[in-house]
T-cell receptor, first 115, second 114 residues
Framework: AQTVTQSQPEMSVQEAETVTLSCTYDTSESDYYLFWYKQPPSRQMILVIR??????QNATENRFSVNFQKAAKSFSLKISDSQLGDAAMYFCAYDPLTYDEKLTFGTGTRLTIIP | ETGVTQSPTHLIKTRGQQVTLRCSSQ?????VSWYQQALGQGPQFIFQ???????GRGNFPPRFSGLQFPNYSSELNVNALELDDSALYLC?????????????FGPGTRLTVT
């Protein structure tokens, strides 16, 4: 079974600064998807960014970008120009693209933004 | 466009009882997945339904069962509740089955078993 590891239970960053959240995963598959989800106190999971494993180019969505290192099985999220609204739990997730296995989530990183 | 909704928001049950949680998918979405999120943990996949048929199941016992209706709304049923079933239950819908389609999550139902 695949595993997703987020080794930083909590992170904090000053408003307007940059922060990087780490994620590693274990798989024997060559094609898969990786995701970062944000879960604010409202509890509703929101997709932040997605990376397809066969694409070498790192995904970017406005202030959010990833550093995808396939050989190292690493998938970090960089948040630039941090804003108060970025405060939330962030979950890394893996999708193996197989019939009977769906999203596997990490344990999350709680991000605090310091004004 | 209406988002994914779940009911109830909170629920308290006693060990041994049965519970039904409901999810209304986003308009036009034919795929729904259910997840269990224990306190301080990431969500764990329970099962997925596509066009009213189960399409994959995680490592959960048979007392966790589900239904998807013709209008693509969905239910999660849990029988013989145990204390460890206390968690946030999330449903997520997507336009189609393929992983390339984004999953949209509901706000969850917080279940407490005493």
């Amino acid at each position: 079974a695949q595993t997703v590891t987020q080794s930083q239970p909590e992170m904090s960053v000053q408003e307007a600064e940059t922060v990087t959240l780490s994620c590693t995963y274990d798989t024997s598959e060559s094609d898969y998807y990786l995701f970062w989800y944000k879960q604010p106190p409202s509890r509703q999971m929101i997709l932040v960014i997605r990376q397809e494993a066969y694409k070498q180019q790192n995904a970017t969505e406005n202030r959010f970008s990833v550093n995808f290192q396939k050989a190292a099985k690493s998938f970090s999220l960089k948040i630039s120009d941090s804003q108060l609204g970025d405060a939330a739990m962030y979950f890394c997730a893996y999708d193996p693209l197989t019939y009977d296995e769906k999203l596997t989530f990490g344990t999350g990183t709680r991000l605090t933004i310091i004004p | 466009e209406t988002g994914v909704t779940q009911s109830p928001t909170h629920l308290i049950k006693t060990r041994g009882q049965q519970v039904t949680l409901r999810c209304s998918s986003q308009s036009g979405h034919n795929t729904v997945s259910w997840y269990q999120q224990a306190l301080g943990q990431g969500p764990q996949f329970i099962f997925q339904y596509y066009r009213e048929e189960e399409n994959g199941r995680g490592n959960f016992p048979p007392r966790f069962s589900g239904l998807q209706f013709p209008n693509y709304s969905s239910e999660l049923n849990v029988n013989a509740l145990e204390l460890d079933d206390s968690a946030l239950y999330l449903c997520a819908s997507s336009l189609e089955l393929a992983s390339s389609y984004e999953q949209y999550f509901g706000p969850g139902t917080r279940l407490t078993v005493t």
